[in-house]
Structure formats: C-alpha cells, structure tokens
C-alpha cells in the first residue's frame, strides 16, 4: 500500500497481479514518493539486496521500489549515494555484489519506454511478472537467443536515439535526422560495435553505453560529413547509401567526393557516381587517376571526364586489367583513338557497364547481316547505343517483323548501316504497337506499316519503302507521317490514287519540313503557271521534285524558257527535266542539237548515255538528209517536167 502523506484521498494499493510487466512503466504515484524518508531507503536497499524474486505485498507493506520507472530507480539510486544510510560497514564481497546489481539495473534503464495508453486502458501484465536477471547476464543471453536479439535491438535503438541527438545537435531538422537515421541500419550496428569495444579501453571502461555511443559518433564524423555531402546537393538516401558503403574512415568518402569535383564531376552527379560506382572504397586515389589517365590516353578528354563518370560511374570500379581488356576490345575493331574517345563520350555505357562476353555476343550477332569486323567497329562508333540494346528483346522481334514484310538480309544490312537507330527502337512501342480501346478511339490507327497499306501501297512493296528509306519507321505517325501525306494531297495536287505511288516512290519526303521545304517549293512551281492539277500529276510522275532546292530550279527552268525556248508544255510532261545537271548534261545536249540543226523532245534528248544520244543525233541528221534530198530529187522532176515541149501529132 502507498500512502499519499500531504493529501487527501484514498491510499493506492499495488497487487502483484496489476503491477505493469516491464521496469520503465510509470505508476501513477504522488511526488511524495520521493520523500528521504529512511523507511523508503532501507526498502530500496532491502529490494536490491534481494536474490529471489518480489513476493506479494501484504495490506501494511511499504511499496516496491522495483515496481517503479526505469527514471525513479535511477533517482532513488543517486539520492542513495548522496544520503547514506547509518549501519554497519560493509565488506568487499558484498559492495561487488551491490556494484553488480547496479549494472543490472543500468541495463535495464536502458530500455525503451512502453507505448502510451489511453487513459482508462488496461495493461494485462505477463505471467511471472518482473524479475531482475541474474548477475552472470553473459549465461544467461547465451542460453537464450531471444534474450540476445532483444537486448541486441535495445542497444540499436540506443544508438540509433543517440545518432538522431547528434544529428539535430548539429542543426538539422527532426525530420532530417529521423529519415536518415532510418536509412543508417548498418552504421547504427556498426555504432553499436564500436561503443561496445570502447569497453575494453580504460578511459571509456566506467561510462554507460549511452556516452561510448555518443563519443564513438564524434570521433566518426559523421555529422560533419553529412552536413557536406548534403550542402553538396546529395538526397539523404544518397548519403545514408554512401555512409554505409564505406567500410572504414568515413573521411574516405569527402576525399573522393573532392577528386570527382577535380575530374569535372558537377553537382548532384556526385552522389550519383559514389552511389553507382560499386566496389568504389576499395581503390585508392591512386588507382582512380590511373584509370583517368589511361582514358585520356585513348582518346578521352579530359573536359570529357566529368560527362563520361556520371553518366557511367561503373567505369571507376573496374580494375586496370578489366579496362584494358575493353579498350583493346573495341580497337581491335579497327576503331582509332579518336573514334573511340568519340564512343564512350556518346554512350560511355558502352565501356563499363556490359560484360565483354555480352558485347561479344552481340558483335556476333551484327555480323551475321553481312558485316566485316571493321564494318562493325565503324558502326558501333557512330551509334554505340546499339551495345545498350538486349539480342532477344530488341534484335530478334524486330528481325523476324522485317522479315514478314519482305525484306531480306541485304536489306536489314542496308537499313542497320543507314540508320542503325531502327535497331534501338522498341518494335511494340514504335513500329508495331499493341493498341487499347482508348488509343484507337482517340488517335486511329497507330501502326506504320499499316498506314501504308491504307494509303494504297501494296503490301509487297512496304519492305522496298523501309529499305529504301529506313528513317521511315523512326518518325511519328501523327507528328510527321500523316501531316506530310495529308499537305501532298490538299496543297500539291496529289490525288488519293495517287499518294500510294508518291510515298513507295520517294518516301523521302516524309523527312521534308513542310514549311522550310515542300510548302516553297509548291509555291514556286504553282507561280510559273502551272495548274494545280497538272502539278499533282507532275509530283506523281516524279516525286522528287518537290525535294529540290529552288537555287538548283531556277537556273534550268531559265534557261528552258529564255535559251531553248522551249513551251511550259514540255515541262510538264517532262518534270525530270529538273534532274539532269545543267552544265553537263542539258547546255552541251542542246548545242549539240543547235549544231546539227535537229530537235528532239526533252525526253530523248536528255535520257540515256552519250552514245545513245549521239546515235540519236546521227539517226536525226541522216533523217533530214534523206528528207531534204527527197525534196530535191521532187523539185528537179517538176523542173524537167516543166521544159519538155509537146510533140504535135501527124
């Protein structure tokens, strides 16, 4: 029973049966428990002297100084070394009893506190209620595993407590500290670790494991160093990932951190790299500027190192011999320095982030279109992105849909030599994609391949297309495909029948920018006279018109009008005419015919090889000859005719 002296109410009477179950529970106790009053001490000495467990309280009985928090025992303990209490001395053997049992009780102050109840609530206590170990804990926690772990988690959440103080001590916010400090699991053990070897040092022997921990945090350094990495743009799961992977001095990490800012590392980059770069803490500065400087030896520059690390920090945790082994790799290829420089600055995932057998592979594969060593190694040097492309996923889909719509091996050398993005794009997302109710609603139909087909190009001629023009299958459908066909057909004059034929004729205008290109040079043609209609046919006879420059058109169309004098007719049904060379092809042509004095259509004068115009010419000129000794074979027999005289008849 606890009698509240000072107070009027009714006395507390604590049965064993409703005392709490752990030693940090707080009784709802007055202060004047923690009256010096004699009786109280004699208890609490009584109580700690004791090697048996409580026994119940009878109606007179003093209360259990055992029962109280973790804090009152603490209390009552000091105030106990401050008040001594008259008796007899006491002999060695029981002040190491007394210096046992305090530890005991250290240690189990060291608990957290039990979660906040409601008022009211009822707090059902465990069977046995609270004993005190035994002295030998080391027996007893190896006997018990759970009595290990639980103790183990104790100490952790001491030390993580302890950790998340000193974060805040060095002004960071509560927030702050708590999500770092949860993302710190193995410093926090490694904090435990090290306050429990300080135990073995005789400066750090006598304090509780609250200040081993506190003093193992500060010679660590590690608030300062987070508050670095943190001014240095790093995230706190960058830097909790970082202060883990350290396995020693953390001042480790500010060293590399200031020797990435030497190579041109920027800003948050930096967390990036010492996040990704792997085994990174196990070389030494000196390995790192070895690696810089082989790299830069073969074709890397140096203002490119910075780019090349943070977008490939893998190239760091290689060995020397690993990154020998990968440039010699892709130099065997016929690559020079400068190409290669070239490659790893365009894709530095190319370097260090595959495994050689994996980029051996697909090497392999890319020759079986048809490729040379050297015919790969210039490739990977101008689109080293296809190394970053999977041979299953990627290739192999795509290959085979090649090869339903017709296009051979020849072909797919051809497209992978003139645009080897095909081979990077995503067959489902691009070419062929897998449509939704919502897609076809909203945007149609969004295949290429079946595009064509609907505009009128015959099936067997979509792989023609594709080689033909292989940037066909890396444009947009609705961005750039359809804008283009739909200009020709209302702005150009191409009829719907017709628009099949222009695209699998010239799909290069599909690459034309309508307003910089197409859109001029309908205007130019449009403004010398030519109908609308008349130019739609003229673009389906011979779509490239539409892709010259109006410099180039100008010049010929002058001299067709002004030299040759020739009608806009002929034009029209010889739009080719703009394709020939002027100086070459169309101003000796016609001298030769001004010489011979013979004319031909456009057709024939300007197609076919010198030979077969100069056989034309001859054939043309014996023509003419023929023809005008014709007319005067004709006009001699009229003259004869004209002489004769007329015999009279007898």
């Known amino acids: 029973m606890l009698l509240c002296h000072g107070h009027r109410h009714q006395p507390t009477v604590l049965l064993p049966s409703l005392l709490p179950p752990y030693p940090n ?36 009985a003093e209360t259990d100084p055992l029962r109280l928090s973790r804090r009152q025992n603490a209390l009552l303990l000091d105030r106990s070394h401050s008040h001594p209490i008259d008796g007899p001395p006491i002999d060695d053997e029981e002040r190491e009893d007394e210096l046992t049992r305090k530890k005991v009780v250290e240690e189990y102050s060291l608990a957290t506190r039990r979660v906040p109840r409601f008022p009211g609530s009822i707090d059902f206590p465990r069977s046995g209620g609270l004993d005190l170990p035994p002295p030998d804990l080391r027996r007893v926690f190896d006997g018990d595993d759970r009595s290990l772990k639980r103790a183990l988690e104790v100490r952790r959440g001491v030390a993580a407590e302890t950790l998340k103080d000193a974060l805040r001590a060095g002004k960071m916010s509560i927030n702050y500290s708590t999500n770092l400090v949860s993302r710190l699991t193995e410093f926090v053990d490694r904090v435990v670790i090290g306050a429990a070897t300080l135990k073995a040092v005789p400066e750090f022997a006598h304090l509780s494991f ?72 196990e070389h030494s500065l000196d390995e790192l500027e070895e690696i810089v400087n082989y790299l830069e030896n073969n074709g890397v520059r140096k203002d490119w190192m910075g780019f090349v690390v943070s977008r490939c920090p893998q190239v760091l945790g290689l060995t020397m011999e690993e990154l020998e082994s990968r440039v010699k790799f892709y130099l065997d290829m016929g690559m020079n320095e400068k190409d290669f420089g070239t490659m790893v600055f365009d894709y530095p995932r190319a370097l260090g982030f595959f495994s050689l057998e994996e980029m051996s592979n697909k090497v392999q594969y890319l020759k079986e279109f048809g490729l040379s060593t050297e015919d790969v190694g210039r490739l990977l040097a101008f689109k080293p992105q296809l190394m970053g492309c999977s041979i299953e996923e990627r290739w192999r889909p795509l290959v085979k849909y090649l090869y339903y719509l017709g296009v051979q091996r020849d072909g797919m050398k051809r ?24 897609a076809l609603r909203d945007y149609g139909n969004l295949d290429i391949v079946r595009f064509l087909q609907d505009i009128g190009v015959r099936s067997e001629a979509i792989g023609g297309v594709l080689v033909k023009f292989p940037s066909f299958l890396t444009y947009s459908l609705y961005k750039k495909i359809r804008p283009v066909v739909v200009f020709l057909m209302t702005k150009a004059g191409v009829t719907q029948r017709d628009i099949g034929k222009v695209i699998a004729l010239d799909p290069q205008l599909v690459g034309c920018s309508i307003t910089k290109k197409l859109d001029i040079n309908v205007k130019y043609f449009l403004s010398l006279g030519i109908h609308l209609q008349s130019l739609g046919e003229m673009i389906a ?30 034009l029209i049904e010889f739009p080719r005419f703009f394709s020939y060379s002027l100086d070459e092809r169309i101003i000796p042509r016609h001298k030769i015919l001004v010489a011979n004095r013979v004319n031909f259509k456009l057709r024939y004068m300007l197609s076919g090889s010198d030979e077969e115009f100069n056989q034309r010419v001859q054939f043309a000129i014996e023509k003419r000859k023929r023809f005008e000794s014709g007319y005067a074979n004709l006009d ?5 005719s004209s002489h004769v005289v007329p015999v009279a008849s007898s």
Not at 556 to 562: A, D, E, G, I, V
């Open 541 to 570: 006879d011979f779509p490239m018109l539409l892709r010259y420059n109006i410099d180039i058109l100008r010049p010929k169309y002058r001299y067709l009008r002004r030299v040759m004098v020739r009608p806009l007719q002929d």
């Open 415 to 438: 497209i992978l030599i003139v645009k080897p993005m095909v081979f990077c794009i995503d067959l489902e997302t691009t070419i062929a994609p897998k449509y939704s109710a919502v």
């Open 636 to 640: 001699a027999s009229d003259d004869e």
């Open 210 to 281: 609250n200040a081993r921990a506190k003093s193992y945090i500060q010679r660590s350094c590690v608030v300062s160093l987070v508050k670095w990495l943190k001014h240095n743009h790093m995230t706190y799961p960058q830097i909790a990932k970082v202060i883990c992977m350290c396995p020693g001095d953390l001042q480790l990490v500010r060293r590399i951190a200031q020797w990435l800012k030497s190579i041109h590392v920027k800003g948050e980059s930096i967390g990036v790299v010492l996040v990704k770069a792997g085994p990174l803490f």
């Open 25 to 60: 529970t707080v009784l709802p106790v007055c202060g004047t428990l923690f009256s010096r009053k004699p009786l109280l001490f004699s208890s609490v000495r009584a109580a700690l002297d004791s090697k048996h467990h409580l026994q119940p309280l009878g109606p007179d």
